[in-house]
């Protein structure tokens, strides 16, 4: 007796649903969706850490407050900028494999840049506001998303 599982009909369903793309398909898929740059997303980062950072000092008369959210944005925008460098650098990679292990080897990078930025933010920032820090941090995050929304949008093959 042979039982499939649930999610094995649906994995076959895929793969008969799939079809590869002529070049000449993936062309024009490619010029109808043209890439984001990565630059643009840090640039986007940037302009969103210093308008945090303008506001928390704005609502709260405090310059400490802004100087935290500005510190708490730097916390992902200089991780981003050393990943974006590092992801770009090297040209076309070997493989697919040489690929992801340099994605991942330096989003690694990027995460343990972003924790001990974290970790030093006592001793940088004067009369830290862990608050503004995590706003600071949260709303540049959240320019990723806004980069895809903002896109045109990814359109289906015909």
């Avoid at 292990?101 to 343990?112: A, I, M, P, Q, Y």
């Avoid at 980069?147 to 949008?153: D, I, P, Y």
Wanted: proline content about 4%; aromatic content about 8%.
């Amino acid at each position: 007796m042979n039982k499939k599982a649930p999610w094995q009909d649906e994995l076959e369903a895929e793969e008969e649903d799939f079809k590869p793309l002529t070049p000449e398909e993936a062309q024009a898929w490619r010029r109808r969706n043209p890439p984001v740059s990565v630059w643009r997303i840090v640039a986007g980062q940037v302009a969103v850490g210093a308008l945090v950072a303008l506001l928390a000092w704005g609502i709260s008369g405090q310059a400490r407050v802004g100087w935290s959210a500005a510190y708490g944005a730097l916390c992902v925008v200089v991780p981003a900028v050393i990943f974006a460098r590092g992801v770009t650098r090297g040209g076309l990679a070997a493989g697919a494999g040489a690929a992801m292990s340099r994605l991942f080897g330096w989003e690694l990078v990027k995460l343990v840049l972003c924790i001990a930025m974290m970790a030093a933010a006592p001793r940088l920032v004067r009369d830290l506001s862990w608050l503004a820090l995590l706003a600071g941090m949260v709303a540049v995050m959240k320019t990723y998303w806004i980069a895809l929304l903002v896109r045109s949008g990814v359109r289906k093959t015909v």
